[in-house]
């Protein structure tokens, strides 16, 4: 199995709510990461998880919490978000190793859009 | 903030022609890998080259690697209708544990 799931699809939200975008694979993989891509720019680092422990925040604001319960599962929360918050969420997942030294495999992402 | 740039943005052609897109980046590198995405989906690895190796070929695509020049191109034959779709560069620099992302090249391939 070398697919990478995320739930929701689509999701909508006003800026005072809470919502949690959900990402799962059982590759086996190590490491897991979140990236956000606005309309026709590349998609862009937030987080990375290593062996389950966060190993990379880029500056992303507090109002987007990741976690990850296990080897298998990473969620983003999200809350009080703005607007501009709008874009397309793409989780990954590869092997652990040396920096960018494994192919990353992508779910299909969530579009979120904030009102 | 983006490692790398690509040219040409956007690339316009007819089945069966090439198609050449180009990737350059800043830091030192230990590999470098490109990336296929169609409109609103997932990014889908092509093809990793290592930075000891100046070239690799995977089906139709043909990659080149220039450390000393900080580029790297990937070349598509014989393209198809389904090639279209926004193509990605992505590098790690030395101890780094995630890729950035090139600005990418959006093909288009005309049938």
């Known amino acids: 199995d070398t697919e990478v799931t995320q739930t929701p699809k689509h999701l909508v939200m006003g800026m005072t709510n809470k919502k949690s975008l959900k990402c799962e694979q059982h590759m086996g993989h190590r490491a897991m990461y979140w990236y956000k891509q606005k309309a026709k720019k590349p998609p862009e680092l937030m987080f990375v998880?290593?062996?389950?422990?966060?190993?990379i925040n880029e500056s992303v604001p507090s109002r987007f919490s990741p976690e990850c319960p296990n080897s298998s599962l990473l969620n983003l929360h999200l809350h009080a978000l703005q607007p501009e918050d709008s874009a397309l969420y793409l989780c990954?997942?590869?092997?652990?190793?040396?920096?960018?030294?494994?192919?990353?495999?992508f779910g299909p992402g969530t579009r979120l859009t904030v009102t | 903030s983006q490692q790398g740039e690509e040219d040409p943005q956007a690339l316009s052609i007819q089945e069966g022609e090439n198609a050449t897109m180009n990737c350059s980046y800043k830091t030192s590198i230990n590999n470098l890998q490109w990336y296929r995405q169609n409109s609103g989906r997932g990014l889908v690895h092509l093809i990793l080259i290592r930075s000891n190796e100046r070239e690799k070929h995977s089906g139709r695509l043909r990659v080149t690697l220039d450390t000393s020049k900080k580029s790297s191109s990937l070349l598509i034959t014989a393209s198809r209708a389904a090639d279209t779709a926004s193509y990605f560069c992505g590098t790690a620099g030395t101890g780094r544990r995630a890729l950035t992302f090139g600005s990418g090249t959006r093909l288009q391939v005309q049938p």
């Open positions: 998880y290593s062996y389950e422990k966060l190993s």
């Open positions: 990954a997942s590869s092997q652990e190793g040396l920096a960018g030294a494994y192919e990353q495999y």
